[in-house]
């Protein structure tokens, strides 16, 4: 792996083979990602024309390794969000629902986005609850592009950790 400097300020995190090349092109970067022109620098080091867009898996587009980058569809790509920092309840498809007098959250609702339908997964007593059906949905319908919650951070996480 080679590194180079961003015109942001940031790292890039390139293939050895790539770093000449890429030193040689006049990129940008944007909110989503390097481009030339308009096209995503992802999407010519991939060279699998413009009908699918580079998904970078790890999130990070300044991560250009070919094995950070795989070729997805436009709904896929959006499925790997992550949960937008509106987000009240520190989970993405997690928001609270009620208020008890004390306005502490007493419950919250779990929701997915599937095909641009929002499904109602139900309500839970506790975000951490909500999250787990959030992710458990999000496995069956988009595999390997799920975007999951981290739930291992939170207090009631009692299994495995896979780090
Ligand atoms: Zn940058």
Redo the contacts with the bound molecule.
Sequence with gaps: MKTTK?????T?LLDDDLLTWFEGLNYY?DLNA?RVGHVNVATLILNQGESLLPDHIDRN??NIQRSNLRAATSTQNCQNRSRSSQNESGYKGVRPTKYARNKTVSSYQARIQVDGVSMYLGTFPSAFLAAVAYNWTAIKHFGSFACLNDLTKDAHFIGPTFN
């Design positions: 961003c015109r942001c300020g940031k890039i970067c390097l587009k300044h």
